[in-house]
């Protein structure tokens, strides 16, 4: 991946987010859908434009804790109707229990959101990504990271730290960004694809979010037969995260059915 710079310098002018866990929008061939929204409405709509032109990535925001079950039936819904990778977001910690109905109901990574600075819900931050590493495979474990809030070099250290616990850092600039200079943020965004790469993590299923979000672009353009291996390899990896989900919630109720539960 390089650097696009005329791309970082529209994000850097970009206002508002497209996380919402009220709206649904599609950008390029990424969905966004909120987690409170109505089951049925959001289906058609997902329908007419997903078989217009096909998307690769469904991007839930779920709501507040009480509203849980509402994006939790919407994964459900997504995930038993289309054929692309679900990445469910949370914007504050979890129990255990949470993390497991998400991916039991079809989420194939999990984005929990870094808290600025330390104290007590960065604690509780550690806890639910310890969780969700427990539950969902290698490098199916993201965290929001909003750069320009803090300087670039303790921006950098959080994306090491990330990537040192197999989470990948998905990076979305502040609109504070612009107090920095613009060489200054595409160093951050340099030193997160030199990371990705070193780690060798596995980022497949989001390049659409990383390349829709941030100045990383493809290094070079691919071919025909490029493009038609991605496809095939795009397959085999969402088979093989259904087949691991159908084994772990087999596990699970085999467990309790065991301790008589």
Not at 150 to 162: G, N, Q
């Amino acid at each position: 991946m390089k650097i696009d710079q005329k791309k970082l310098r529209e994000l850097l002018n970009r206002k508002g987010s497209v996380f919402s866990p009220d709206l649904l929008r599609r950008e390029e061939n990424v969905f966004f859908v909120g987690g409170n929204l109505p089951e049925r409405e959001t289906l058609e709509t997902l329908y007419e434009s997903h078989y217009q032109s096909h998307a690769a990535l469904f991007h839930l925001s779920f709501g507040a804790m009480e509203n849980f079950s509402n994006g939790e039936a919407l994964a459900r819904m997504i995930k038993k109707n289309f054929h692309a990778h679900l990445l469910g977001r949370l914007d504050y910690p979890v129990p255990s229990r949470l993390i497991e109905r998400a991916y039991a109901a079809g989420v194939d990574i999990i984005d929990i959101a870094l808290p600025a600075g330390e104290g007590a819900e960065r604690e509780k931050w550690d806890e639910t990504v310890n969780s969700a590493r427990a539950v969902f495979p290698r490098w199916s474990v993201a965290s929001a990271v909003v750069a320009g809030e803090e300087s670039p070099r303790l921006t950098m250290a959080v994306i090491d730290t990330l990537l040192a616990l197999d989470v990948v850092p998905l990076l979305t600039l502040s609109e504070r960004a612009g107090r920095f200079k613009a060489e200054e943020i595409a160093g951050v965004f340099s030193h997160l694809g030199s990371g990705l790469r070193r780690r060798k993590a596995g980022i497949k299923p989001l390049l659409p979010l990383i390349y829709l979000s941030t100045p990383l672009v493809p290094a070079s353009a691919p071919g025909v037969l490029r493009g038609f291996i991605d496809v095939i390899d795009d397959r085999r990896l969402l088979a093989a995260s259904d087949l691991r989900r159908v084994l772990r919630v087999k596990e699970v109720e085999e467990s309790f059915e065991s301790a008589g539960l």
